[in-house]
């Protein structure tokens, strides 16, 4: 009689044991023996794996998981009570009729780190994972139109859940006169030496992607940039003043380079060209000559005009109908 050593006793109660495993499974389960093997496999590989439960406890705080639990979260603050709703899509009509058809907002919404809390973020946030103010603040003024200069200036300070259809864009309700519906971009992240602007969250990203593709084509020199300021600036006068906001009320607006771009208006012209500016007057900013300084004009086969249509979805103030014609101008309606 051969005598088995330790080791080769150990081998053969090992490979006893799991067959008794096998049999003691698929009696009593009734699932395949196959089956049952494999989840033996599986078991032991796990087991010969150093760290399993340390990895586990890292897949539940990775990244992934992390963005998972604050969408989570974020969505639900988004539904709670007195939230002023966000419409799926956004109207297409122009700023004060005067216009056939403004600008419609890009259909993905540009997302981005929407309020004022979420400033210096790049990345892109989905619409419905955005955290919803739960204050309105701003100041504003009403325009004189006797007295030539802005008035009336004020500070609001409401419950968000508080604003009116009157405080929020007609063209996108997404955005409002509220400070912390507005992203601040920081200008000098593209070589621009400006002061930051604000503009409305759903737009920040997209107006990022502009201003990239403008500054990396080297074909424009930015000389100035304003963004998001409210007020009373449009529409119909009551009493002296201006009644209505304007686009740069709601963040829905930029000027770029001012100075080289001016407001003309008496314009009977339907293509703003050198030649045809000269019968315009000059209102505000300075003179419009893409001739002389090009590369601080905007014209409408410049890489700002490419760029601020493509990527943001806004339109030219030098192409809006009417006698007026804002060279510097881009907004949701170009008014």
């Given at each position: ?78 539904l709670t009570d007195g939230d002023v ?57 009403n325009w004189s139109t006797e007295e ?188």
């Amino acid at each position: 009689m051969k005598f088995l050593s330790i080791a080769e006793f150990g081998r053969v109660a090992t490979a006893a044991l799991a067959a008794m495993l096998l049999l003691a499974c698929s009696t009593t389960s009734g699932s395949p023996a196959g089956a049952t093997a494999t989840a033996i496999e599986m078991t032991t590989q796990e087991h010969n794996e150093s760290g399993n439960s340390t990895q586990a406890a890292v897949a539940d705080d990775s990244p992934a998981a992390a963005a998972a639990d604050e969408y989570t979260e974020a969505e639900a603050n988004t539904l709670t009570d007195g939230d002023v709703p966000v419409p799926a899509t956004s109207s297409t009509t122009s700023d004060a009729g005067e216009a056939a058809g403004g600008a419609a907002p890009p259909d993905d919404g540009p997302p981005s780190a929407g309020s004022a809390q979420r400033a210096g973020d790049d990345s892109a946030t989905p619409e419905s994972a955005r955290v919803t103010p739960t204050a309105c603040t701003y100041s504003s003024y009403n325009w004189s139109t006797e007295e030539g200069r802005a008035v009336n200036r004020r500070t609001t300070d409401k419950d968000y859940a508080d604003v009116t259809d009157d405080e929020r864009s007609p063209e996108d309700p997404r955005c409002s006169v509220c400070t912390e519906d507005q992203v601040e971009i920081d200008l000098t992240e593209f070589g621009i030496e400006e002061d930051a602007i604000q503009v409305c969250w759903a737009y920040a990203d997209n107006l990022r992607r502009a201003l990239r593709v403008i500054v990396d084509s080297g074909e424009f020199d930015f000389t100035e940039v304003t963004g998001y300021r409210p007020g009373r600036t449009r529409g119909r006068i009551v009493d002296g003043l201006r009644t209505e906001w304007s686009n740069h009320s709601f963040g829905t607006a930029i000027d770029i380079n001012a100075n080289r771009n001016g407001l003309y208006r008496s314009c009977n012209v339907d293509v703003v060209t050198p030649e045809s500016i000269e019968g315009c007057r000059l209102g505000i900013g300075g003179e419009w000559d893409p001739e002389l300084r090009p590369r601080e004009s905007i014209t409408s086969d410049g890489v700002v005009y490419r760029a601020m249509t493509t990527e943001v979805g806004w339109q030219w103030g030098g192409e809006i109908e009417g006698r007026t014609k804002d060279l510097m101008h881009f907004s949701i309606t170009g008014f």
